[in-house]
């Protein structure tokens, strides 16, 4: 079929995103015998794999984790190389998938999906491209990732810097020489402690430009043995179980104690084990009270300060890097290689921002409060608009013209993270107020993917033409939402959780922090009460508006 063909179809699913929750949708919908075509505006499938190729791009979930489980052949014949997978190999990794099960025949790459509207008389939306062409589908599906939506800091002078400007989230696909450059990085979040060791191994001079000091610890990375390879495949289905059960979608033993009821011998052994094994969520889960207690965290904090201490030379650098503001774990925490050791290099300098802020950017430099900084390039390691901004960057619009932005203007209001009161027939793989970031994401990710294509089937199976959640069914979730992250010590951190990196946006925790396995029996639950707290329309009805 062309893709001119394609387009003058009708489908029962378009799916915005060819990134791990696209390409599974895709392949589900059509088991279950749906039409469905995915609209990506990159070139290729990979999602945040696609985009975020900057040196030392890693992710932070092992890798035998972080990946499929829907198809137990695959999964036994995959072989990961390295406990945390290099973002090549999760790329490699993501063709393959789009290989194997033949998806790339129902994506369409390169387009910029601008608009989608609900039609109250047709019961379908009409999705709309930058190009000018429209689709109809029944279902309407945003796959669109939770960091996809990169951002510029707000700076005087960014647009006129001379010399060569790169964001993490968009880096260029023949990678980056920095040998013999001035180089500053602006921001130390993941992407930043990631890339920084290695820039620094480059460049001539490397200025690290730190607003906010994160934690961070050893990745610990190392080849996967045969040996551990074999003992996770040999009982496969079992782990997946564990992962899905879980809080975070990693199987990890439940603490019972908690930081304070130990001694500080004890309390340094269980962190150091944290450490040593590399294992963030081991770190976070280590006593029963390091996400809810502050006076617990505060014993995780100084343990990490201190090895932070042990490591930088300079008494003044090692402080700054040391983060006070925020409890750990609030922030989404980093795993590094070679992250603080970087900071002994005679080529490396931080600038903290706490006490000299940046006031401009210049054509050849980067200034602040009482210096300035020439430099050849800058790396913008700033983040993205998280959980919401790829959202409403599309103007979706459901019953009665009303837009999904409008609607969201005080923060994101969903039923489960999945679907929007007044949108019928549209679904958010990993939206707001679901566990996504707080998740191994492919395990959310295919709970969503599942949910969806069952509610689809649902639909289909009964005659309904449509699903919607009810506003008090929605009320009542996002309440949910918010009393569970006030029991915990999220809203302390200035955090793109909280959507505080982004100047104007409401302050709220957007993922859900009940874990992965409490939120999971939640949405079975739902359907087994018959689609709880949702409606759904007989194809005779009218919608109403
Ligand atoms: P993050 O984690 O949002 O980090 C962005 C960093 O950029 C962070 O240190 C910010 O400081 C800093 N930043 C943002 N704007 C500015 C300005 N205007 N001036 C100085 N510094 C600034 O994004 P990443 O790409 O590193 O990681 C995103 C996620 O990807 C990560 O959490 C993992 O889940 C994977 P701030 O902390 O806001 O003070």
Redesign the pocket.
Known sequence: MTDQEQLNSEYDAVIVGAGFGGMYMLHHLRELGFSAIVLERAAGVGG?WYW?RYPGARC?VESINYSYSFDPAFEQEWVWSEKYATQPEILRYANHVADRYDLRKDIRFEVLVDKAVWNDTTNRWSVSMATGETLTAQHYIMASG??SH??????PGVESFKGKTYH??HWPHEGVDFTGLRVGV?????????SIPIIAEQASQLTV????P?FSMPAGNRPLTAEIVAAVKARYPEHREENRTSGFGVGVEIPTKSALEVTEEERNAKYQDGWDQGNLVGMLLAFNDMITNKEANDTACEFIRNKIRAVVNDPETAEDLCPFDHPMGT??P?LDTGYYETFNRPNVKLVN?RKT??TEITPTSIRTHNAEFEVDAIV?????D?MTGALVAVDIRGKGGVTLKDEWEHGPRTYLGLCVAGFPNFYTITGPTSPS?FSNMIVSIEQHVDWIGAAMKHLRDTGAVSIEPTLEAQDWWVQHNNEAGDATLYPLA???YMG??VPGKTRVLMPYIGGVGVYRTECDEIVADGYRGFTLHEARQPVSV
């Open positions: 945040t975020n932070d939770c960091l990169s951002k510029l800091p707000e700076i993490t989230g602006i921001g130390t979040g993941s992407s930043g402690i990631q430009f730190q607003r906010t994160n922030k989404r980093c921002l802020p940046i913008y390691a700033t983040g993205f998280a970031v200035n955090s793109w505080s990196n």
